[in-house]
């Protein structure tokens, strides 16, 4: 409804599966929230009739639409440039570490730790073997996963990830029943 400054007042969305849709049915479904993550008061009676054409649906799959590409917005955005940047940063991070590091190294700034890495790399040069720089490997996850575990995420890191996933999360505390897990695999209808 309009609430005279003509803003509109949103009581709920649905998501229905198409696939589901019975001709001629009515039913009544829950109204969700703007995500369509968990339910809000409501409830709204449907009753759908879906035309499909076989032969069209073949044609069109062989031959899609073209998409205008004129038509798009191309504005420069520095929100969306500086989302980007976050999200690359998010990406580079662990390498600049590691080359940070390797610099430390090869600058001998921590004589201890250089002079440890010399003689390792010594050493596994002349005596390590093919197989065992897979296992070496292995040992590297499993210590970043411990770590991960002991210490926890970065919260930075961990607050990007998290702002840019586009998929919707369930909380466990909520009954799902099976109508509504189909209703997942739908479009949005306001």
């Not at 609430?3 to 001709?23: A, N, T, Y």
């Not at 449907?46 to 504005?75: I, K, M, W």
């Amino acid at each position: 409804g309009n609430d005279g400054r003509g803003k509109e007042d949103q009581l709920g969305q649905l998501m229905i599966p198409l696939l589901r849709v019975e001709s001629g049915e009515i039913k009544e479904y829950r109204l969700k929230d703007k995500d369509c993550l968990h339910h809000t008061s409501g409830i709204i009676t449907v009753q759908c009739d879906l035309v499909y054409n076989h032969f069209r649906a073949g044609v069109r799959t062989l031959q899609p639409r073209e998409t205008s590409v004129l038509d798009q917005d191309a504005r420069f955005q520095r929100k969306v440039l500086l989302y980007n940047i976050k999200r690359l940063m998010t990406f580079l991070n662990p390498f600049l570490r590691a080359v940070q590091f390797y610099q430390t190294i090869l600058s001998w700034e921590d004589k201890l730790l250089s002079t440890f890495i010399l003689i390792l790399y010594i050493v596994s040069c002349l005596y390590a073997e093919l197989w065992m720089i897979f296992i070496a490997i292995i040992f590297v996850l499993i210590v970043f996963y411990v770590s991960v575990f002991i210490y926890g995420r970065d919260k930075e890191i961990y607050s990007i990830a998290k702002s840019r996933s586009d998929e919707p999360t369930r909380s466990d505390s909520d009954d799902i029943s099976d109508e509504e897990l189909l209703e997942d695999d739908t479009t949005k209808e306001k």
